[in-house]
C-alpha cells in the first residue's frame, strides 16, 4: 500500500459522544414512524376502502422507501460514518415543511406537527454541533486532510 493509499486515521478515538447518539436515536425514530405510516397505508390500500387504491398502496410503498434515508443515516452515525451526517440533516430539512403543513391542520394532526418539528430541530442542532462533527472526523472548509489548520 502506498502512502497516498494509507487510510488517514481521524480523531474518531474514544467513545461515542452521546449526542451523536442521541442523533442516530432520533433518526431512527423517524425511520420507523415512516415504516409504520408506509405499513398502515399499504394495510389500508390493500383491505381497507380507500377513496383510491392505487394512490394508497403508491403512498405506502413511498414512504416505507423514503425510511431507509434516515434508518441508513442512524446507522452510519453510530457507527460514526461521516457520511451519515449528511441524509440525516437531509431528513431534518425534508421534516421541517411537513411539521409545518400538519401544524396547519384543524385535526389531531397539530400534536403530531409539534413532535414531527421538535424532533427535527433537535437533531438538527445535535448534528451541526462541533462535538458530533469532531466525532465524525468531518473537517471544516479549507482545512487540509493532514490535520493542519
Known sequence: MSSEQTPVILETAGPRPRRLTYAAALAALEGLALVAGGVWMLVEGLA????????????????IVLALL???????????????????????????????????????????????AVV???????????????????RGPGRAQDGKQ
Open 120 to 138: 427535527a430541530v433537535a437533531a438538527l442542532i445535535l448534528l451541526i454541533n462541533p462535538a458530533t462533527t469532531q466525532a465524525l472526523g468531518i
Open 48 to 63: 381497507g376502502d380507500p377513496d383510491d387504491r392505487q394512490s394508497a398502496v403508491t403512498g405506502g410503498v413511498t414512504l
Open 70 to 116: 434516515p434508518l441508513l443515516a442512524a446507522r452510519g452515525l453510530l457507527g460514526r460514518r461521516s457520511w451519515s451526517r449528511g441524509p440525516a440533516v437531509i431528513t431534518q430539512i425534508m421534516a421541517l415543511p411537513v411539521a409545518y403543513n400538519l401544524l396547519q391542520a384543524d385535526s389531531v394532526a397539530i400534536p403530531a406537527g409539534i413532535a414531527l
